[in-house]
C-alpha cells in the first residue's frame, strides 16, 4: 500500500493562477480531509468528504473548492491565487472503523508558495 | 478564547531529559484525545491517543487526559534525538468528529 500520495510535492504560482492539488489513498477509506499547515500555526480544516459525491466545508474553505466522485480521489482546487493561500497542505483519510484509535492517515505534503 | 491552546515552543532538552508536552481546551464535550508527531517536510503521524480521563503508557511515552481541568499531557522518558519533531495534540467530541489540532510544540533532544 502506498497509503495517502499527493503531487505534486512543490509548487509556485502568481497571483491569479490555478491549479489543483492532488489526492489519493489505496487503503479504500470513505473520509478524506484536507488541511492547510502555515508556520506555528497547527492544521486547519479546508474540506472533508464522509465518501464519493460528498462534500463539506472545514474551518478555512475560502477560496478553495473540491469535488469526491471516486473513493480513491480527493482534489483540491485554487481558483484565483493569493499570497494568502501561501502554505504546507495536507490531505489525509481514514476509514469508517469506530472507536478512538480512528486514526487520520496523512499524505507527505504540498508546499504551495504564491508569488 | 481558542478550542486548543498549545506552546509552539521550541523546547530544547539534552538527550535523556524528561519531556513534558500539553495542551488546554475549552470545550467540555471533547472525548477522544490524540498526540500527533511531525518529523520536518513530512506529514503527521498518529503517536498515542486517549479516550476520556485517565493515563495511556506506550514504552517511554505516557498520555494523560485531565478532563476536570481540561487539560492534557505527553510524557516523554530518556528523551532521544530521533524524538525531535513537532508534536500536535488534537481533540475531538465523536468518534466520527473532525480532529481539532492545537498549533504543535517543536521539540529538540541533543546529543
Known amino acids: 500500500n502506498a497509503g495517502v500520495t499527493q503531487t505534486p510535492k512543490f509548487r509556485i504560482l502568481k497571483i491569479g493562477q490555478s491549479m489543483t492539488l492532488q489526492c489519493t489513498q489505496d487503503?479504500?477509506?470513505?473520509?478524506m480531509y484536507w488541511y492547510r499547515q502555515d508556520p506555528g500555526m497547527g492544521l486547519k480544516l479546508i474540506y472533508y468528504s464522509v465518501g464519493a459525491g460528498i462534500t463539506d466545508k472545514g474551518e478555512v474553505p475560502n477560496g478553495y473548492n473540491v469535488s469526491r466522485s471516486t473513493t480513491e480521489d480527493f482534489p483540491l482546487r485554487l481558483e484565483l491565487a493569493a499570497p494568502s493561500q501561501t502554505s504546507v497542505y495536507f490531505c489525509?483519510?481514514?476509514?469508517?472503523?469506530?472507536?478512538?484509535?480512528?486514526?487520520?492517515?496523512f499524505g507527505p505534503g504540498t508546499r504551495l508558495t504564491v508569488l | 478564547q481558542k478550542e486548543v491552546e498549545q506552546d509552539p515552543g521550541p523546547l530544547s532538552v539534552p538527550e535523556g531529559a524528561i519531556v513534558s508536552l500539553n495542551c488546554t481546551y475549552s470545550?467540555?464535550?471533547?472525548?477522544?484525545f490524540m498526540w500527533y508527531r511531525q518529523y520536518s517536510r513530512k506529514g503527521p503521524e498518529l503517536l498515542m491517543y486517549?479516550?476520556?480521563?485517565g493515563n495511556k503508557e506506550d514504552g517511554r511515552f505516557t498520555a494523560q487526559v485531565d478532563k476536570s481541568s481540561k487539560y492534557i499531557s505527553l510524557f516523554i522518558r530518556d528523551s532521544q534525538p530521533s524524538d525531535s519533531a513537532t508534536y500536535l495534540c488534537?481533540?475531538?467530541?465523536?468518534?466520527?468528529?473532525?480532529?481539532?489540532f492545537g498549533k504543535g510544540t517543536k521539540l529538540s533532544v541533543k546529543p
Open positions: 488534537a481533540m475531538k467530541e465523536g468518534s466520527q468528529g473532525n480532529l481539532i
Open positions: 489525509a483519510s481514514k476509514g469508517l472503523a469506530g472507536g478512538p484509535s480512528n486514526e487520520q492517515f
Open positions: 470545550n467540555s464535550a471533547f472525548q477522544y
Open positions: 487503503m479504500n477509506h470513505n473520509y
Open positions: 486517549t479516550y476520556s480521563s
